[in-house]
Protein backbone atom coordinates (compact mmCIF):
# COMPACT_ATOMS: atom_id res chain seq x y z
CA UNK A 1 0.00 0.00 0.00
CA UNK A 2 2.62 2.30 0.78
CA UNK A 3 4.69 1.67 -2.28
CA UNK A 4 0.99 2.46 -4.15
CA UNK A 5 0.80 5.81 -2.39
CA UNK A 6 4.75 6.57 -3.17
CA UNK A 7 3.83 5.77 -6.93
CA UNK A 8 0.71 8.41 -7.06
CA UNK A 9 2.19 10.78 -4.96
CA UNK A 10 5.52 11.23 -7.13
CA UNK A 11 3.33 11.07 -10.70
CA UNK A 12 0.79 13.32 -9.45
CA UNK A 13 3.52 15.70 -8.10
CA UNK A 14 6.30 15.10 -11.74
CA UNK A 15 3.64 14.74 -14.56
CA UNK A 16 2.12 17.92 -14.19
CA UNK A 17 5.78 20.25 -13.89
CA UNK A 18 6.98 17.97 -17.02
CA UNK A 19 3.83 18.85 -19.05
CA UNK A 20 3.68 22.44 -18.09
CA UNK A 21 7.55 22.26 -19.15
CA UNK A 22 6.16 20.32 -22.71
CA UNK A 23 3.51 22.99 -22.99
CA UNK A 24 6.07 26.01 -22.81
CA UNK A 25 7.51 24.11 -25.92
CA UNK A 26 3.98 23.74 -27.29
CA UNK A 27 2.89 27.30 -27.29
CA UNK A 28 6.07 28.99 -27.90
CA UNK A 29 6.21 27.01 -31.23
CA UNK A 30 3.05 27.18 -32.56
CA UNK A 31 3.55 30.96 -31.87
CA UNK A 32 6.82 31.25 -34.57
CA UNK A 33 4.44 28.96 -37.03
CA UNK A 34 6.40 25.80 -36.20
CA UNK A 35 4.14 22.38 -36.49
CA UNK A 36 3.58 20.01 -33.63
CA UNK A 37 3.05 16.52 -34.22
CA UNK A 38 2.07 15.20 -30.72
CA UNK A 39 1.88 16.44 -27.60
CA UNK A 40 1.73 13.06 -24.83
CA UNK A 41 0.94 12.85 -21.51
CA UNK A 42 3.41 10.45 -19.99
CA UNK A 43 5.60 8.07 -21.70
CA UNK A 44 4.33 4.95 -24.34
CA UNK A 45 2.91 2.32 -24.50
CA UNK A 46 -0.19 4.45 -25.75
CA UNK A 47 -3.40 4.35 -23.68
CA UNK A 48 -5.30 6.62 -25.45
CA UNK A 49 -5.18 8.54 -28.77
CA UNK A 50 -7.06 11.78 -30.00
CA UNK A 51 -6.36 13.54 -33.57
CA UNK A 52 -7.29 17.26 -33.73
CA UNK A 53 -6.59 20.03 -36.48
CA UNK A 54 -8.53 19.38 -39.26
CA UNK A 55 -6.97 20.68 -42.77
CA UNK A 56 -6.86 19.94 -46.43
CA UNK A 57 -4.27 19.66 -48.76
CA UNK A 58 -4.09 19.65 -52.79
CA UNK A 59 -2.37 16.40 -53.99
CA UNK A 60 -0.21 16.40 -57.17
CA UNK A 61 -2.00 15.04 -60.39
CA UNK A 62 0.29 12.06 -60.50
CA UNK A 63 -0.59 10.96 -56.59
CA UNK A 64 -1.96 7.31 -56.41
CA UNK A 65 -4.39 7.45 -53.34
CA UNK A 66 -6.67 4.22 -54.72
CA UNK A 67 -5.43 2.39 -52.09
CA UNK A 68 -6.14 4.78 -49.56
CA UNK A 69 -8.80 4.11 -46.48
CA UNK A 70 -10.30 6.46 -43.98
CA UNK A 71 -9.24 7.05 -40.65
CA UNK A 72 -5.70 5.29 -40.93
CA UNK A 73 -2.39 7.10 -40.32
CA UNK A 74 -0.22 8.08 -43.64
CA UNK A 75 2.94 10.05 -44.27
CA UNK A 76 2.62 13.12 -46.12
CA UNK A 77 5.11 15.30 -47.62
CA UNK A 78 4.13 19.27 -48.39
CA UNK A 79 6.09 22.03 -51.08
CA UNK A 80 6.15 25.57 -49.90
CA UNK A 81 2.67 25.63 -51.76
CA UNK A 82 0.63 23.55 -48.97
CA UNK A 83 0.76 20.83 -51.85
CA UNK A 84 1.33 17.19 -51.16
CA UNK A 85 4.08 16.43 -52.96
CA UNK A 86 4.85 12.99 -52.02
CA UNK A 87 2.33 10.14 -49.85
CA UNK A 88 3.07 6.43 -47.39
CA UNK A 89 1.38 4.48 -45.79
CA UNK A 90 4.78 3.50 -43.69
CA UNK A 91 7.53 4.92 -42.13
CA UNK A 92 9.88 2.82 -44.34
CA UNK A 93 10.53 5.55 -46.95
CA UNK A 94 13.50 7.61 -47.15
CA UNK A 95 14.12 10.78 -45.27
CA UNK A 96 10.71 10.39 -43.44
CA UNK A 97 12.00 13.51 -40.92
CA UNK A 98 10.31 15.28 -43.76
CA UNK A 99 7.07 13.70 -43.75
CA UNK A 100 4.30 14.75 -41.23
CA UNK A 101 1.86 11.75 -40.17
CA UNK A 102 -1.92 12.38 -40.12
CA UNK A 103 -4.88 10.95 -39.95
CA UNK A 104 -6.82 10.44 -43.19
CA UNK A 105 -10.41 11.27 -42.70
CA UNK A 106 -11.61 12.33 -46.35
CA UNK A 107 -10.69 11.46 -49.95
CA UNK A 108 -11.07 13.96 -52.51
CA UNK A 109 -10.87 13.73 -55.96
CA UNK A 110 -7.77 15.87 -56.14
CA UNK A 111 -7.50 16.80 -52.24
CA UNK A 112 -7.27 15.08 -48.78
CA UNK A 113 -8.73 15.55 -45.73
CA UNK A 114 -6.87 15.28 -42.33
CA UNK A 115 -6.00 15.59 -38.88
CA UNK A 116 -2.34 16.62 -37.66
CA UNK A 117 -2.14 17.11 -34.38
CA UNK A 118 -2.05 14.15 -32.06
CA UNK A 119 -2.88 14.21 -28.15
CA UNK A 120 -1.76 11.21 -26.48
CA UNK A 121 -2.44 9.49 -22.94
CA UNK A 122 0.43 7.09 -22.32
CA UNK A 123 0.35 4.45 -19.86
CA UNK A 124 3.84 5.01 -17.84
CA UNK A 125 2.53 7.96 -15.77
CA UNK A 126 5.95 10.21 -15.32
CA UNK A 127 6.63 12.97 -17.24
CA UNK A 128 4.73 13.97 -20.70
CA UNK A 129 6.58 15.00 -23.99
CA UNK A 130 5.82 17.49 -27.30
CA UNK A 131 6.85 16.38 -30.84
CA UNK A 132 7.82 18.97 -33.12
CA UNK A 133 8.27 18.91 -37.01
CA UNK A 134 11.66 18.95 -38.65
CA UNK A 135 13.78 18.94 -34.99
CA UNK A 136 16.51 17.12 -37.29
CA UNK A 137 17.68 18.87 -40.49
CA UNK A 138 14.34 19.73 -42.69
CA UNK A 139 14.11 22.28 -45.57
CA UNK A 140 9.79 22.66 -44.95
CA UNK A 141 9.04 26.25 -43.80
CA UNK A 142 7.04 24.93 -40.90
CA UNK A 143 10.12 22.75 -39.49
CA UNK A 144 12.03 23.46 -36.52
CA UNK A 145 15.35 23.95 -37.77
CA UNK A 146 14.02 26.71 -40.49
CA UNK A 147 12.80 28.34 -37.25
CA UNK A 148 14.84 32.01 -37.01
CA UNK A 149 17.71 31.80 -34.04
CA UNK A 150 15.88 34.03 -31.98
CA UNK A 151 12.49 31.61 -32.26
CA UNK A 152 14.96 28.45 -32.03
CA UNK A 153 16.04 29.67 -28.69
CA UNK A 154 12.95 30.91 -27.13
CA UNK A 155 11.55 27.51 -28.28
CA UNK A 156 14.07 25.46 -26.52
CA UNK A 157 14.58 27.77 -23.76
CA UNK A 158 10.74 27.87 -22.93
CA UNK A 159 10.60 24.72 -21.05
CA UNK A 160 13.14 25.68 -18.61
CA UNK A 161 11.65 28.92 -18.41
CA UNK A 162 8.51 27.61 -17.40
CA UNK A 163 9.80 25.00 -14.37
CA UNK A 164 10.97 28.16 -13.42
CA UNK A 165 8.49 29.91 -12.78
CA UNK A 166 6.04 27.44 -11.35
CA UNK A 167 8.34 27.34 -7.77
CA UNK A 168 7.03 31.70 -7.55
CA UNK A 169 3.56 30.65 -8.55
CA UNK A 170 3.31 27.61 -6.60
CA UNK A 171 4.79 28.40 -3.04
CA UNK A 172 2.79 32.54 -3.55
CA UNK A 173 -0.79 30.14 -4.30
CA UNK A 174 -0.70 27.59 -1.18
CA UNK A 175 1.05 30.10 1.33
CA UNK A 176 -1.76 32.78 0.06
CA UNK A 177 -4.65 30.70 0.75
CA UNK A 178 -3.21 29.37 4.42
CA UNK A 179 -4.45 32.74 6.24
CA UNK A 180 -4.93 30.94 9.86
CA UNK A 181 -0.97 30.02 10.36
CA UNK A 182 0.56 27.62 13.69
CA UNK A 183 3.23 29.59 14.90
CA UNK A 184 4.94 29.35 18.33
CA UNK A 185 8.29 30.99 19.94
CA UNK A 186 11.33 29.64 19.57
CA UNK A 187 13.80 29.34 22.69
CA UNK A 188 17.71 28.88 22.87
CA UNK A 189 17.82 25.94 24.98
CA UNK A 190 22.18 25.67 24.80
CA UNK A 191 25.11 27.62 23.48
CA UNK A 192 28.44 26.18 22.01
CA UNK A 193 30.96 28.18 23.60
CA UNK A 194 33.36 30.16 21.18
CA UNK A 195 30.06 29.82 18.24
CA UNK A 196 29.13 33.40 17.29
CA UNK A 197 26.23 33.16 19.37
CA UNK A 198 28.48 32.79 22.60
CA UNK A 199 30.42 35.59 21.70
CA UNK A 200 27.74 37.62 20.83
CA UNK A 201 25.98 36.96 24.57
CA UNK A 202 23.15 34.73 23.80
CA UNK A 203 22.44 32.36 26.64
CA UNK A 204 19.70 29.96 27.42
CA UNK A 205 16.02 30.81 27.91
CA UNK A 206 16.42 34.04 25.25
CA UNK A 207 13.96 33.86 23.06
CA UNK A 208 14.24 34.79 19.51
CA UNK A 209 11.85 37.58 18.14
CA UNK A 210 13.05 38.51 14.61
CA UNK A 211 15.98 38.46 12.53
CA UNK A 212 16.77 41.54 10.18
CA UNK A 213 13.34 42.65 11.06
CA UNK A 214 11.69 39.53 9.87
CA UNK A 215 9.66 37.27 12.36
CA UNK A 216 10.65 34.19 13.66
CA UNK A 217 7.48 32.03 14.32
CA UNK A 218 8.98 28.74 14.11
CA UNK A 219 12.40 26.27 13.98
CA UNK A 220 11.93 26.47 10.62
CA UNK A 221 12.09 30.21 10.07
CA UNK A 222 15.27 30.52 12.23
CA UNK A 223 16.72 27.69 10.38
CA UNK A 224 15.36 29.90 6.51
CA UNK A 225 17.10 32.74 7.69
CA UNK A 226 20.15 32.00 9.04
CA UNK A 227 20.95 30.23 6.10
CA UNK A 228 19.81 33.36 3.93
CA UNK A 229 22.44 34.80 6.04
CA UNK A 230 25.42 32.71 5.61
CA UNK A 231 28.47 34.54 5.40
CA UNK A 232 27.20 37.63 6.47
CA UNK A 233 26.33 39.05 10.31
CA UNK A 234 22.74 39.58 11.21
CA UNK A 235 20.40 41.54 13.45
CA UNK A 236 18.51 39.48 16.11
CA UNK A 237 16.23 40.82 18.24
CA UNK A 238 16.22 38.75 21.63
CA UNK A 239 13.72 38.76 24.54
CA UNK A 240 15.62 38.24 27.46
CA UNK A 241 14.10 35.08 29.58
CA UNK A 242 14.29 35.37 33.09
CA UNK A 243 14.21 31.66 35.44
CA UNK A 244 11.55 30.97 36.68
CA UNK A 245 11.62 30.23 40.86
CA UNK A 246 8.59 28.40 41.04
CA UNK A 247 6.79 26.81 38.58
CA UNK A 248 2.82 26.75 38.58
CA UNK A 249 0.15 24.41 37.55
CA UNK A 250 0.51 23.84 34.00
CA UNK A 251 3.25 26.27 33.25
CA UNK A 252 5.39 24.28 30.41
CA UNK A 253 8.27 27.17 30.14
CA UNK A 254 11.27 27.53 32.62
CA UNK A 255 11.43 31.35 32.12
CA UNK A 256 9.56 34.34 32.62
CA UNK A 257 9.70 37.18 29.62
CA UNK A 258 8.83 41.07 29.67
CA UNK A 259 8.05 43.34 27.35
CA UNK A 260 10.58 45.87 27.77
CA UNK A 261 13.58 42.98 28.21
CA UNK A 262 14.89 42.74 24.57
CA UNK A 263 18.13 43.87 23.31
CA UNK A 264 19.43 43.22 19.44
CA UNK A 265 22.63 41.22 18.71
CA UNK A 266 24.81 41.16 15.76
CA UNK A 267 25.77 37.40 14.98
CA UNK A 268 26.89 35.83 12.32
CA UNK A 269 25.66 32.74 10.09
CA UNK A 270 28.80 30.22 9.25
CA UNK A 271 28.98 28.39 6.30
CA UNK A 272 31.44 25.80 7.91
CA UNK A 273 30.10 25.42 11.10
CA UNK A 274 33.35 23.08 13.10
CA UNK A 275 32.82 19.66 14.09
CA UNK A 276 33.73 18.68 18.01
CA UNK A 277 34.79 15.13 18.91
CA UNK A 278 33.02 13.94 21.88
CA UNK A 279 35.39 13.51 24.71
CA UNK A 280 38.16 15.46 23.94
CA UNK A 281 36.76 18.57 21.74
CA UNK A 282 33.26 18.29 24.27
CA UNK A 283 32.22 16.18 26.89
CA UNK A 284 29.28 13.60 26.65
CA UNK A 285 27.44 15.52 29.06
CA UNK A 286 27.55 18.41 27.08
CA UNK A 287 27.10 16.61 24.25
CA UNK A 288 24.29 14.87 24.94
CA UNK A 289 22.78 18.43 26.08
CA UNK A 290 22.83 19.01 21.69
CA UNK A 291 22.23 15.83 20.87
CA UNK A 292 20.56 13.18 22.52
CA UNK A 293 21.59 10.12 20.49
CA UNK A 294 25.36 11.04 20.60
CA UNK A 295 28.11 9.10 22.64
CA UNK A 296 32.04 8.31 23.05
CA UNK A 297 31.03 4.39 21.75
CA UNK A 298 29.73 4.03 18.21
CA UNK A 299 29.90 -0.08 17.89
CA UNK A 300 31.18 -2.95 20.02
CA UNK A 301 33.95 -5.08 19.27
CA UNK A 302 33.28 -9.05 20.04
CA UNK A 303 35.23 -10.66 22.44
CA UNK A 304 35.41 -13.87 23.98
CA UNK A 305 34.72 -12.67 27.42
CA UNK A 306 33.04 -9.47 29.01
CA UNK A 307 35.66 -6.39 29.57
CA UNK A 308 35.23 -2.78 28.61
CA UNK A 309 34.38 -1.63 25.18
CA UNK A 310 33.45 -5.28 24.02
CA UNK A 311 30.65 -7.53 23.78
CA UNK A 312 31.36 -10.85 24.66
CA UNK A 313 30.35 -13.15 21.73
CA UNK A 314 27.53 -15.31 23.35
CA UNK A 315 25.70 -11.85 23.38
CA UNK A 316 26.93 -10.65 20.23
CA UNK A 317 24.83 -13.05 17.85
CA UNK A 318 21.95 -12.34 19.72
CA UNK A 319 21.87 -9.43 17.54
CA UNK A 320 24.24 -10.93 14.47
CA UNK A 321 24.05 -14.44 13.66
CA UNK A 322 27.05 -14.84 12.02
CA UNK A 323 28.89 -12.76 14.54
CA UNK A 324 32.54 -12.76 15.05
CA UNK A 325 35.93 -12.53 17.62
CA UNK A 326 36.84 -9.54 16.67
CA UNK A 327 33.93 -8.15 14.04
CA UNK A 328 33.08 -4.83 14.73
CA UNK A 329 28.46 -5.03 15.75
CA UNK A 330 27.64 -1.02 15.17
CA UNK A 331 24.97 0.40 17.63
CA UNK A 332 21.73 1.63 15.73
CA UNK A 333 18.61 3.80 16.28
CA UNK A 334 16.01 0.32 17.02
CA UNK A 335 15.90 -3.24 16.29
CA UNK A 336 14.68 -2.17 12.41
CA UNK A 337 18.27 -1.72 11.63
CA UNK A 338 21.06 -4.41 11.55
CA UNK A 339 23.47 -3.78 15.02
CA UNK A 340 22.65 -3.53 18.24
CA UNK A 341 19.64 -0.77 19.47
CA UNK A 342 20.70 2.08 21.08
CA UNK A 343 18.66 1.75 24.45
CA UNK A 344 20.28 -2.02 25.14
CA UNK A 345 23.29 -0.64 23.87
CA UNK A 346 23.08 2.01 26.48
CA UNK A 347 22.38 -0.88 29.18
CA UNK A 348 26.00 -2.78 27.96
CA UNK A 349 27.45 1.09 28.34
CA UNK A 350 26.00 4.20 28.83
CA UNK A 351 28.89 5.73 26.92
CA UNK A 352 26.95 4.51 23.96
CA UNK A 353 25.35 6.36 20.80
CA UNK A 354 24.82 6.56 17.05
CA UNK A 355 27.34 9.81 16.41
CA UNK A 356 30.69 10.42 18.34
CA UNK A 357 30.85 14.06 16.95
CA UNK A 358 28.80 16.95 17.37
CA UNK A 359 28.47 19.14 14.45
CA UNK A 360 27.82 23.06 15.12
CA UNK A 361 24.75 24.50 13.43
CA UNK A 362 25.24 28.44 11.38
CA UNK A 363 25.08 30.24 14.89
CA UNK A 364 26.18 27.69 17.81
CA UNK A 365 22.50 27.27 19.36
CA UNK A 366 20.01 24.36 20.53
CA UNK A 367 16.06 25.78 19.95
CA UNK A 368 13.06 24.61 21.29
CA UNK A 369 9.71 25.69 20.55
CA UNK A 370 7.34 26.57 23.04
CA UNK A 371 3.85 27.93 22.87
CA UNK A 372 2.26 27.01 19.66
CA UNK A 373 -0.94 28.64 18.65
CA UNK A 374 -2.75 29.88 15.71
CA UNK A 375 -2.38 33.14 14.05
CA UNK A 376 -4.71 34.82 11.67
CA UNK A 377 -2.90 37.40 9.52
CA UNK A 378 -3.90 40.24 7.64
CA UNK A 379 -4.08 40.46 4.11
CA UNK A 380 -1.36 42.86 4.09
CA UNK A 381 1.10 40.37 6.08
CA UNK A 382 -0.44 37.53 4.27
CA UNK A 383 0.91 38.79 0.95
CA UNK A 384 4.04 39.92 2.07
CA UNK A 385 4.89 36.96 3.93
CA UNK A 386 3.65 34.99 0.69
CA UNK A 387 5.77 36.61 -1.74
CA UNK A 388 9.23 36.11 0.82
CA UNK A 389 8.10 32.58 0.92
CA UNK A 390 8.12 32.38 -3.07
CA UNK A 391 11.60 33.80 -3.43
CA UNK A 392 12.81 32.05 -0.63
CA UNK A 393 12.92 29.17 -2.87
CA UNK A 394 15.01 30.38 -5.39
CA UNK A 395 17.66 31.84 -2.74
CA UNK A 396 17.92 28.85 -0.73
CA UNK A 397 18.32 26.56 -3.83
CA UNK A 398 21.05 28.83 -5.05
CA UNK A 399 22.83 28.55 -1.72
CA UNK A 400 22.26 24.79 -1.50
CA UNK A 401 23.89 24.92 -4.63
CA UNK A 402 26.81 26.93 -3.68
CA UNK A 403 27.16 24.92 -0.24
CA UNK A 404 27.37 21.45 -2.21
CA UNK A 405 30.29 23.02 -4.75
CA UNK A 406 32.03 24.45 -1.10
CA UNK A 407 31.48 21.00 0.31
CA UNK A 408 30.38 23.14 3.19
CA UNK A 409 30.15 21.26 6.48
CA UNK A 410 26.88 23.33 7.90
CA UNK A 411 24.35 20.48 8.65
CA UNK A 412 21.36 22.49 6.73
CA UNK A 413 23.26 21.05 3.92
CA UNK A 414 23.27 17.57 4.98
CA UNK A 415 21.86 14.63 3.21
CA UNK A 416 22.18 12.78 -0.65
CA UNK A 417 23.78 15.19 -2.85
CA UNK A 418 21.58 13.32 -6.14
CA UNK A 419 18.06 11.99 -5.22
CA UNK A 420 16.08 9.76 -7.86
CA UNK A 421 12.60 8.62 -8.57
CA UNK A 422 13.07 6.13 -5.78
CA UNK A 423 14.15 8.45 -3.59
CA UNK A 424 12.05 11.09 -4.26
CA UNK A 425 8.91 9.11 -4.44
CA UNK A 426 9.79 7.44 -0.73
CA UNK A 427 9.96 11.29 0.63
CA UNK A 428 6.25 12.19 -1.19
CA UNK A 429 5.06 8.87 -0.14
CA UNK A 430 6.26 9.35 3.57
CA UNK A 431 4.62 12.88 3.80
CA UNK A 432 1.40 12.14 2.14
CA UNK A 433 0.86 9.09 4.84
CA UNK A 434 2.36 10.96 7.50
CA UNK A 435 0.12 11.99 10.69
CA UNK A 436 0.24 16.28 10.46
CA UNK A 437 -2.47 18.35 9.14
CA UNK A 438 -3.59 17.58 5.65
CA UNK A 439 -3.14 21.27 4.89
CA UNK A 440 0.88 20.74 6.38
CA UNK A 441 1.43 17.69 4.42
CA UNK A 442 0.11 19.96 0.93
CA UNK A 443 2.66 22.45 2.18
CA UNK A 444 5.01 20.08 2.11
CA UNK A 445 4.51 18.18 -1.01
CA UNK A 446 4.10 21.69 -2.81
CA UNK A 447 7.56 22.80 -1.47
CA UNK A 448 8.94 19.85 -2.74
CA UNK A 449 7.53 19.64 -6.35
CA UNK A 450 8.50 23.57 -5.89
CA UNK A 451 12.40 22.11 -5.78
CA UNK A 452 11.46 19.61 -8.00
CA UNK A 453 10.48 22.53 -10.61
CA UNK A 454 13.34 24.65 -9.81
CA UNK A 455 15.55 21.37 -10.63
CA UNK A 456 14.54 20.51 -13.41
CA UNK A 457 15.21 24.18 -14.66
CA UNK A 458 18.49 24.30 -13.67
CA UNK A 459 19.39 20.48 -14.91
CA UNK A 460 17.38 21.13 -18.69
CA UNK A 461 19.64 24.01 -19.05
CA UNK A 462 22.81 22.72 -18.42
CA UNK A 463 24.89 22.01 -22.03
CA UNK A 464 24.77 18.65 -22.22
CA UNK A 465 24.16 16.52 -25.04
CA UNK A 466 19.78 15.52 -24.82
CA UNK A 467 19.07 18.32 -22.59
CA UNK A 468 17.66 21.73 -23.91
CA UNK A 469 20.60 23.19 -22.60
CA UNK A 470 22.99 20.80 -24.92
CA UNK A 471 20.46 22.12 -27.89
CA UNK A 472 21.20 25.29 -26.98
CA UNK A 473 24.96 24.48 -27.37
CA UNK A 474 24.40 23.34 -31.03
CA UNK A 475 22.28 26.72 -31.55
CA UNK A 476 25.22 28.81 -30.59
CA UNK A 477 27.62 27.27 -32.26
CA UNK A 478 25.56 27.61 -35.23
CA UNK A 479 25.52 31.12 -34.58
CA UNK A 480 29.34 31.62 -33.87
CA UNK A 481 29.45 29.96 -37.44
CA UNK A 482 27.70 32.55 -39.03
CA UNK A 483 25.00 30.21 -39.92
CA UNK A 484 26.78 26.93 -40.66
CA UNK A 485 25.21 24.42 -38.64
CA UNK A 486 26.89 21.28 -36.93
CA UNK A 487 26.33 18.17 -39.10
CA UNK A 488 23.04 16.14 -38.54
CA UNK A 489 24.31 13.10 -38.35
CA UNK A 490 26.93 14.48 -36.33
CA UNK A 491 24.68 16.12 -33.65
CA UNK A 492 22.11 13.29 -33.46
CA UNK A 493 24.72 11.19 -32.55
CA UNK A 494 26.10 13.25 -29.98
CA UNK A 495 22.62 13.49 -28.47
CA UNK A 496 22.11 9.52 -28.94
CA UNK A 497 25.37 9.57 -26.67
CA UNK A 498 24.20 12.02 -24.32
CA UNK A 499 20.44 9.40 -23.74
CA UNK A 500 22.67 6.78 -23.04
CA UNK A 501 24.52 8.67 -20.68
CA UNK A 502 21.56 9.76 -19.11
CA UNK A 503 19.66 6.92 -18.95
CA UNK A 504 22.79 5.37 -17.03
CA UNK A 505 23.06 8.43 -14.61
CA UNK A 506 19.46 7.58 -13.45
CA UNK A 507 19.84 4.17 -12.86
CA UNK A 508 22.93 4.73 -10.85
CA UNK A 509 21.07 7.27 -8.73
CA UNK A 510 18.19 4.90 -8.64
CA UNK A 511 20.62 2.13 -7.56
CA UNK A 512 21.50 4.76 -4.32
CA UNK A 513 18.16 5.02 -3.55
CA UNK A 514 17.89 1.57 -3.08
CA UNK A 515 20.42 1.27 -0.97
CA UNK A 516 19.07 4.07 1.60
CA UNK A 517 15.64 2.96 1.86
Excluded: C
Excluded at 278 to 301: C, P, V
Amino acid sequence: MQLFISVITLSLMITPLVVLHELGHYLTAKYYGVRVLEFGIGFPPKFLSIWTTYKEFILESNTDISNLNKNEIIYIKLDDHRKVTSLSKTRNIDNISSYIPVKLIEIFNNKIGVKTMLWSLNIIPFGGFVKLFGEESNKSKDSLSQASKFGRFIIIFSGAFINFLLPFIMIFSINIFITEKDISDVVIQGVMEDSPAYNSGLRSGDKVISINNVDVHSISDLQNITTKNLGDKSNWRISRGIPKVFMGPGEKSNYDYSDDNFLSVMIESRWDPPIHKIGEDITLNQARLYDQYSGTITYFEVSETVKEGYIPLSQAIIYNEDAEIGEQIPIVFDESEEGIPLDLARKIDNRSGIRDTIQEGSVGILVNSNNSRKYKEDLSDNISNATRSALDIYHLSYLSIIGIINRSSNPIFDGPRAIGPIGLGKISGDVATSSILISERILILFTLASSISLSLAVINLLPFPALDGGRLAFLFIEILRRGKKVPERVESYIHGVGFIILILLIFYISFRDISRL
